[in-house]
């Protein structure tokens, strides 16, 4: 054993185990809330959000990618199959013909359009309501903290994050 490892007391140990229990019950939860309500996955609405927000619905698929911090790859293979599904399509770039635009199609601003006031509700009762403000402006600052420890680590990005 390393003797400079500096091990967790009892009550950190209890902070880790509650934070690393919400980090993967979240998502789950999160992902079962939007299947059940709009037949949509967490990360198949991650991407209509996205779209959603950029003019005309139409991204490029590499921005998407950076914007959500996923793997190109991985999202090529989730846009595959939200196109056969009629979520989205891919279009030419006309700045670009190498590559190409996500254009959200009827049946995907649909989609996002049912899903997100339930999804904001979600959000809404469960990260938002069991707080007070001192505590959301506590979470914010917390979150940001450890998100930028792991960035100046080198450790941050898409280097496990899968669509």
């Known amino acids: 054993?390393?003797?400079?490892?500096?091990?967790?007391?009892?009550?950190?140990?209890?902070?880790?185990?509650?934070?690393?229990?919400?980090l993967w019950g979240f998502e789950s939860a999160m992902d079962r809330q939007l299947l059940r309500d709009s037949d949509l996955s967490g990360?198949?609405?991650?991407?209509?959000?996205?779209?959603?927000?950029?003019?005309?619905?139409?991204?490029?698929?590499?921005?998407?990618?950076?914007?959500?911090?996923?793997?190109?790859?991985?999202?090529?293979?989730?846009?595959?199959?939200?196109?056969?599904?009629?979520l989205v399509e891919r279009v030419t770039c006309a700045t670009d013909a190498r590559g190409f635009n996500i254009s959200m199609t009827s049946a995907g601003w649909d989609a996002i359009r049912q899903a997100a006031p339930g999804h904001v509700t979600f959000v809404r009762e469960n990260v938002f309501d069991p707080l007070s403000e001192a505590e959301r402006e506590a979470l914010l600052s917390a979150t940001t903290k450890m998100q930028q420890s792991i960035r100046n680590a080198g450790l941050w990005g898409n280097t496990g994050r899968s669509a």
């Open 43 to 86: 990360v198949e609405y991650s991407v209509l959000a996205s779209l959603s927000e950029a003019d005309d619905g139409v991204m490029r698929a590499r921005d998407i990618a950076q914007q959500l911090d996923w793997e190109r790859s991985r999202l090529s293979h989730l846009l595959k199959r939200m196109e056969a599904r009629g």
């Open 1 to 22: 054993m390393n003797s400079d490892t500096r091990w967790l007391n009892d009550h950190e140990q209890e902070v880790w185990r509650a934070f690393r229990e919400l």
